[in-house]
């Protein structure tokens, strides 16, 4: 599904990512785990198409070249991140961004749009699966959210637009126990034969509750070690000082 | 220029029927003009939008006489269909039509006789033209205890036979106590390169309410100037919306007098400009008594070459204790050759006052713009959607519930 290889990403001729290799596979999921600093916001943002970075290298999904896709593009193709900082856009109201984005998206696929009250009956069932409050989704787009609302908020949107690539930047940090679990809850539904994840995170915490297939570690704008499950505990018995 | 005047003057003055105290007061205001001329930037009220400069550079051959003798046909597309109202309608400067069909007649008064004031702002020359070039020069008058059933528009509409023409209007607006009026105006303009000057008066007495709602939205070449002045006695409200858009220059000035206890002033606006586009909003609100509260909101979004002003005063009078004075105004530059100027200014004599006043300006925050994109909308809808929701705010100040809908409806919100 997602091929990446030798990705070089540089800001102001500053090495950010640098000979960096992945590969994720329909159905999986990949965890990174890395120090702060260590590239893992940049490696979602040039997912998602974010400009501003000199890229070399190749980035493939199912097969196309991604460099070739504006943003809105690879969001229609289903790739989706789950913003470490989401963003506070004022005057948006919450449920109408959604459903203009639902529909964006499903009219780039060919598929019918839907109208509000189909809409509302699909928000409804996903709010209520992830203990999200519906008078939230009326309030303007993220602005006076707590940040587990913002987090939780981005899960929602993730499970609406049901994407094939979901990243997931730092979604667990911040988080309280029981929103962990939510967060948790929410991507083990979309876990699919065809949906694969990417998790980036800095502690091992959620892996207990969404278990990987494989797990990297990323230092310094490379990954150093790559292993199944094991690896996460044994950074988080390390720590990523003494790792290497 | 000159020459031009004094001979339009004369024209004008042959060809209606003043009473002769109105030439006199006519031809005092005119030679006031003539000594001081169309503003330009060395005056401080003008110092963001040299008039005198933006005239010469839009209009080639300005001339000041129009003949009104002759009725304009009136373009009924032009009118509101999604809202019952009250119509003045004024064709290239001549009033066409004054229907008051849904109010009780004993409970509007139009005079249109008046003898003509002379302007209280000795300063403000382009109120000397307007005193010397009006024609009919109307009075509206709401009686006690009177609300309007339905808003008044006042359609201000010209049409290709207007080229390079100076056109004055003059409306007075009393609410006699514990009255109400929802006035609409409404430009839409067909013509070219014209200098359109009007002068509004609101005298609006104890208890009574007030709100006028500027619509400039139509793209035309004009260059406009409206002075708006209000008093405002014990308990009363104003609450003035402006939409700035359509106009090449327009500057709308508010100059707003709290003179009663308990008066309140909101002044809320926005600049949505694109092009050469060059707008300003000039205020000055007055706390004359204690306990008298403003507020005021201005936001713009600037696009290609466009410039917008905001000049907004707060005065607040030794004995206007209790003052709440506020303004805020912000601005989405588009575009790098777009310019926003804004020019605080709080003059306070009182010391139990709360005021505050603040100015932001930036382009459109690219973040937000890859967050919209990420989930699936192109450049221009995440854009439109920033801007609109820079927007919404301004245009939730407005009280009046149908009103708002026809604004969020002309601005696409
Ligand atoms: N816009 C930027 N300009 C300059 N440096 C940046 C920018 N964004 C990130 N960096 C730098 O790139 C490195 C990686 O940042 P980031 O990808 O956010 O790391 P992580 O998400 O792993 O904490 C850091 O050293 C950071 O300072
Ligand atoms: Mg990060």
Redesign the pocket.
């Known amino acids: 599904m997602l091929k990446i290889k030798n990705l070089k990403a540089d800001?102001?001729s500053?090495s950010?990512l640098n000979n960096f290799n992945l590969q994720i596979k329909p159905g999986e999921v990949h965890a990174i785990m890395?120090?702060?600093?260590?590239?893992?916001?940049?490696?979602s943002?040039i997912l998602s198409g974010k400009k501003?970075y000199d890229v070399s290298g190749e980035i493939l999904f199912e097969n196309k070249n991604l460099f070739e896709l504006e943003i809105e593009e690879r969001a229609h193709k289903g790739i989706f991140l789950a913003f470490?900082y989401p963003l506070e856009i004022p005057g948006v109201n919450t449920n109408i961004f959604l459903k203009t984005s639902l529909n964006a998206i499903r009219k780039a696929r060919g598929e019918k749009e839907l109208d509000a009250i189909e809409f509302l009956k699909l928000v409804k069932l996903k709010a209520k699966e992830l203990k999200f409050d519906e008078e939230i989704l009326n309030r303007q787009l993220n602005v006076g959210f707590s940040g587990g609302e913002k987090k939780k908020n981005e899960i929602l949107q993730m499970s609406i637009l049901n994407p094939k690539l979901s990243i997931l930047?730092?979604t667990d940090s911040g988080l309280d126990i029981d929103a962990l679990k939510i967060v948790a809850d929410g991507v083990n539904s979309l876990r699919k034969k065809d949906n694969s994840f990417l998790i980036?995170t800095h502690y091992q915490r959620l892996l207990d509750y969404i278990k990987p297939d494989y797990v990297h570690v990323?230092m310094e704008?490379k990954i150093i070690k790559s292993g199944g499950p094991e690896l996460a505990l044994e950074l988080e018995n390390k720590g990523y000082e003494n790792f290497n | 220029m000159e020459e031009q005047l004094k001979i339009d003057f004369e024209k004008l003055l042959e060809n209606s029927n003043f009473s002769k105290k109105n030439v006199e007061i006519k031809r005092k205001n005119f030679n006031d003009f003539i000594e001081k001329g169309f503003p330009n930037r060395r005056e401080e009220n003008w110092k963001f939008s040299d008039l005198n400069q933006i005239i010469s550079k839009n209009i080639k051959n300005l001339s000041f006489y129009h003949d009104l003798s002759k009725p304009n046909k009136i373009d009924q597309s032009i009118f509101i269909d999604s809202l019952e109202h009250n119509k003045l309608v004024f064709v290239n400067g001549r009033i066409e039509k004054i229907e008051f069909d849904y109010e009780e007649k004993n409970k509007i008064q139009i005079l249109d006789d008046l003898v003509l004031e002379k302007p209280n702002n000795a300063n403000n020359s382009l109120l000397f033209l307007n005193n010397a070039f009006v024609s009919k020069y109307f009075k509206l008058i709401v009686k006690k205890n009177y609300s309007l059933l339905k808003p008044l528009v006042i359609y201000n509409i010209t049409n290709k036979d207007l080229v390079s023409k100076s056109v004055n209007l003059k409306v007075d607006i009393l609410l006699e106590e514990n009255s109400s009026l929802k006035l609409i105006e409404l430009s839409n303009d067909k013509s070219t390169t014209n200098f359109i000057n009007i002068n509004y008066n609101f005298d609006v007495q104890k208890n009574s309410i007030l709100k006028n709602y500027k619509i400039d939205n139509n793209s035309n070449s004009n260059v406009k100037y409206c002075f708006n002045n209000i008093n405002q006695d014990t308990n009363s409200v104003s609450e003035i919306f402006l939409l700035s858009s359509g106009s090449e220059f327009i500057k709308n000035e508010i100059n707003c007098n709290l003179n009663g206890k308990y008066a309140s002033a909101f002044v809320n606006g926005i600049f949505n400009l694109n092009e050469t586009k060059h707008h300003e909003i000039k205020t000055n609100i007055n706390h004359i008594v204690e306990n008298t509260k403003s507020y005021q909101l201005i936001k713009g979004v600037l696009e290609d070459k466009s410039k917008a002003v905001y000049q907004g005063k707060i005065f607040v009078e030794s004995k206007a204790q209790k003052t709440d004075g506020y303004q805020l105004s912000k601005a989405i530059l588009l575009n790098d050759n777009t310019e926003f100027n804004a020019k605080p200014e709080l003059e306070i004599y009182a010391d139990d006052v709360k005021c505050s006043h603040g100015s932001a300006s930036g382009s459109l925050n690219e973040d937000s713009i890859f967050y919209l994109m990420s989930r699936g909308l192109n450049y221009q809808e995440a854009k439109k959607l920033l801007i609109n929701g820079f927007l919404l705010d301004v245009v939730e100040k407005i009280t009046d519930t149908e009103i708002k809908n026809l604004i969020k409806n002309i601005i696409n919100l």
């Not at chain 1, 890395?34 to 490696?43: A, R």
């Open positions: 800001i102001d500053k950010i890395g120090p702060n600093g260590s590239g893992k916001s940049t490696l943002n501003g470490q930047d730092e980036i990323l704008g």
